[in-house]
């Protein structure tokens, strides 16, 4: 059985970091492209960050750019979601997600939408609040 488990939430104050993991079982990454989503109470889901899959290409969404950094460890099976300079408007579920993809395929040079994704999360809390 497929799964990706994430883990890594929890509460921090504005300006705190924390690093989201997001181990997958029953299948090795290496040969999926992976992404981070997020979705806040009230608001639709949205693209948070993607890497593909040899780790050569990544993207981020404009508000989370030079303060999230999105890796992988194929060796581990994991991709994280470092999160620094974290701010109320980053309180949300995080969700990781894969979807293979071909060697040399573009997918991440733009942040892709959820429906380009397989293979799902079930998400960890993130909450910014002092």
């Known amino acids: 059985q497929l799964q990706l488990v994430e883990s890594g939430g929890g509460l921090v104050q504005p300006g705190g970091s924390l690093r989201l993991s997001c181990a997958a079982s029953?299948?090795?990454?290496?040969?999926?492209?992976l992404g981070w989503f997020r979705q806040a109470p009230g608001k639709e889901r949205e693209g948070v960050s993607c890497?593909?899959?040899?780790?050569?290409?990544?993207n981020y969404e404009d508000s989370v750019k030079g303060r999230f950094t999105i890796s992988r460890d194929n060796a581990k099976n994991t991709v994280y979601l470092q999160m620094n300079s974290l701010k109320p408007e980053d309180t949300a579920v995080y969700y990781c997600a894969a979807v293979r993809t071909m060697p040399g395929s573009s997918f991440c040079r733009t942040l892709p939408r959820g429906y380009q994704f397989t293979n799902w999360g079930q998400g960890t809390q993130v909450t910014v609040s002092s």
């Open positions: 890497i593909s899959r040899s780790g050569g290409s990544t």
């Open positions: 029953g299948f090795t990454l290496d040969n999926y492209a």
